[in-house]
């Protein structure tokens, strides 16, 4: 654990670097891939998770935020198909559309729920704090990079 920590933070601060060089020469695909691996040393180390934990948790949240993903991918058109239409819309329509905003925020709500006892099977409970914590940790980190990077163009 001693050594697989340095080489967790060693390796998120190279990629810090790297992508402060390269991000106005890169493409979606490249930055989204270069996000995913900041995502992955950031959690390892916020987390600690050990090696053999790694290898159990890293497929369980890849595949709770593949499904989040979708739900949200969902909302956002349900959204967009809300703004653009509105204005034309039945009371009823938009009462259709205002309850099924509320059922995508339950999916996700019920998707937590299901993965947070899978994350309990796999990992130590303050493990599992971790996660959220650096969830919302790694939130923040990116919105700060977004800002930094407008204000240096």
Request: aromatic share 14%; net charge positive; charged share 30%.
């Amino acid at each position: 654990m001693k050594i697989f920590k340095p080489f967790i933070l060693l390796s998120l601060i190279s990629i810090i670097g790297l992508s402060a060089y390269a991000q106005n020469t890169q493409t979606k695909e490249e930055r989204e891939q270069e996000i995913k691996y900041q995502k992955i040393a950031f959690f390892t180390d916020k987390i600690g998770l050990t090696s053999e934990e790694a290898q159990v948790f890293w497929p369980v949240y890849n595949e709770y935020w593949a499904k989040k993903n979708k739900i949200i991918a969902s909302r956002k058109n349900h959204m967009t198909d809300f703004s653009e239409n509105n204005q034309k819309m039945t009371n009823d329509e938009m009462v259709k559309h205002a309850d099924q905003y509320i059922h995508y925020e339950i999916e996700l709500a019920e998707l937590l729920d299901e993965y947070h006892k899978k994350f309990k099977n796999i990992l130590p409970i303050e493990k599992v704090m971790r996660i959220y914590l650096a969830d919302y940790e790694f939130k923040t980190y990116l919105l700060k990079r977004i800002r930094e990077s407008g204000k240096n163009n």
